[in-house]
């Protein structure tokens, strides 16, 4: 279970708190962070 905080549309906390998955089942707005490691090495 990895809780999230809860945002509204304009990234202010909402004071809600909820479970990762439920949060994006229910199209909630939530923080999110995603990095990419991409190189040229290809098999």
Not at 14 to 19: I, L
């Amino acid at each position: 279970m990895e809780l999230v905080d809860i945002v509204d549309e304009n990234n202010n906390l909402t004071g809600e708190v909820e479970d990762r998955l439920v949060a994006y089942t229910k199209g909630l707005w939530r923080r999110t962070v995603s990095c990419l490691i991409m190189n040229k090495k290809l098999k």
